[in-house]
């Protein structure tokens, strides 16, 4: 059973997510709050599978709560997943160099929502398709979540752990990664956490961005022609 808390400000918002996730046999919604400082708070104490949190809320908004439950030093640390109404670059960007696992729009379909969810919860990251292309973009040419340069990667990275990256970037999951290279789901998983740390990162999105950042591969649309 995949636990899942919520935050968000608005009354109805917050029940029609209730209602969404609830109704799916392996996701049980453990917590539910209306501000950042309590989401903060019950997700220290009921350390669920995934939270579910929208940007802007009183007191701590989401993106501040976030940085503090995905912190490679935080205890405990729980994977979260954003929800939100903006699509402003200013919040894509904080959440992912926040460290969180996934980054949705509210208005997407009720089964992406869930599908979100699960991806999260399972280790996988996911970013909403419309902003994909844009975000990598203006990601590479703005910011720089790590000081780490390709060049280091092909000496940091094992020759596996850079297929994984490469993978990664392709947007697969786990388990594709693992028939594509023909090994188990429980190797990838190794790989993966001896390489996020190497590459300074603590999130698959976050490696995603670096891939992308420092040209391991290259921006969908990156040259403006996508």
């Known amino acids: 059973m995949i636990r899942v808390l919520l935050a968000d400000d608005q009354h109805l918002v917050r029940a029609g997510l ?13 917590g539910v709050a209306a501000d950042g400082d309590r ?3 019950m997700a220290r104490d009921l350390v669920p599978d995934v939270a579910c949190l929208d940007v802007r809320m ?3 908004d989401g993106i501040e709560v976030a940085r503090a439950l995905c912190a490679p030093d935080a205890d405990p640390r729980v994977p979260v997943l954003v929800l939100t109404t903006f699509d402003l670059d200013e919040y894509v960007f904080g959440a992912l160099e926040a ?15 869930v599908r979100a969810v699960r991806q999260v919860a399972s280790g996988q990251g996911t970013i909403d398709q419309t ?8 990601f590479v040419q703005r910011r720089r979540l790590q000081p780490v340069t390709a060049r280091r990667a092909d000496d940091l990275l094992t020759p596996r752990e850079r297929e994984i990256l490469l993978l990664l ?3 697969m999951a786990n388990d594709d990664i693992a028939r594509a290279l ?9 790989h993966l956490a001896r390489m996020l740390p190497k590459l300074g990162v603590s999130s698959r999105l976050q490696a995603v961005v670096w891939a992308y950042q420092n040209h391991v591969v290259a921006v969908p649309g990156g040259d403006g022609t996508g």
């Open 182 to 190: 023909v090994v188990e789901v429980s190797t990838v998983k190794s």
């Open 99 to 113: 460290g969180v696992s996934g980054f949705l729009l509210k208005d997407s379909e009720p089964e992406d929502i």
């Open 18 to 30: 209730t209602a969404l996730l609830a109704a799916e046999d392996d996701l049980d919604v453990v």
């Open 39 to 41: 989401a903060l708070a």
């Open 131 to 138: 902003l994909t292309r844009r975000v990598l973009a203006e």
């Open 169 to 171: 970037a392709q947007g």
């Open 58 to 60: 009183p007191g701590l």
